[in-house]
């Protein structure tokens, strides 16, 4: 079946604008993470849902950062007023069930760039 | 909280050798993941091979196989017959199972090392 697929591939926008990222997890899977990965390191988590609600939202850095999973498949990353610091590569991950012993699959990201 | 460090920032191998890419990690707790992702430049996030840490044995996945220390808290990736598709960056993550903890369900990662495969 489809993979986790993320748009746009590539954002390019101005300091101080507001952003949508969009997410489309694996079809039947309930469990979606957030993560934001800076040029040269590892992705860092930033909020996880299972089904509908965020189970663990302490990885968004300021509440200019806000997620949304309105019918427990699509997500949507919301960023206001972004800001330099905001650029980086923003991936997106699901699985079946959100356990610990579930495998993550990650689609191929959306690169943010703020000017 | 937990940490996972990877100190090679790059590694090369000449096809068909044999490399391997460290990775230690910090944590208090004893049921956990260990996990080893593959980035190519496409962005893609690839799962290579994951350990569970109440397994003793090491997980192996055809050419690939872990080298996991729990008393160390090392958890090494072998990749031997390297093919050039190999070539990427490399991530290794951890990821608890205690439901009632902080770590639940998100990975860290630790920050990564870039692979090089010599024809």
């Known amino acids: 079946g489809a993979g986790v697929s993320q748009t746009p591939s590539n954002k390019v926008t101005e300091k101080g604008k507001y952003v949508e990222l969009r997410c489309d997890p694996i079809?039947?899977?309930?469990?979606l993470y957030w993560y934001r990965q800076s040029l040269g390191q590892g992705p860092e988590f930033l909020i996880y849902?299972?089904?509908?609600?965020?189970?663990?939202d302490s990885g968004l850095p300021n509440d200019r950062f806000f997620a949304v999973r309105p019918e427990g498949s699509v997500s949507t990353l919301k960023i206001q007023r972004t800001e330099r610091g905001d650029s980086a590569v923003y991936l997106c991950?699901?699985?079946?069930?959100?356990?610990?012993?579930?495998?993550?699959?990650f689609g191929p990201g959306t690169r943010l760039t703020v000017l | 909280a937990q940490t996972v460090t990877q100190s090679q920032p790059e590694m090369s191998v000449q096809e068909a050798e044999t490399v391997t890419l460290s990775c230690t990690y910090d944590?208090?707790?004893?049921?956990?993941?260990l996990f080893w992702y593959k980035q190519p430049p496409s962005r893609q996030m690839i799962l290579v091979i994951r350990?569970?840490?109440?397994?003793?044995q090491n997980a192996t996945e055809n050419r690939f196989s872990v080298n996991f220390q729990k008393a160390a808290k090392s958890f090494s990736l072998k990749i031997s017959d390297s093919q050039l598709g190999d070539a990427a960056m490399y991530f290794c993550?951890?990821?608890?199972?205690?439901?009632?903890?902080?770590?639940?369900?998100?990975?860290?990662f630790g920050q990564g090392t870039i692979l090089t495969v010599h024809p």
């Open positions: 991950a699901s699985s079946l069930q959100g356990t610990g012993t579930d495998t993550q699959y």
């Open positions: 849902f299972q089904g509908t609600g965020a189970a663990d």
């Open positions: 944590t208090s707790e004893s049921d956990y993941y």
């Open positions: 993550a951890y990821r608890s199972l205690n439901a009632g903890g902080t770590s639940y369900g998100k990975l860290t």
């Open positions: 350990q569970e840490a109440y397994k003793q």
């Open positions: 079809s039947g899977h309930t469990a």
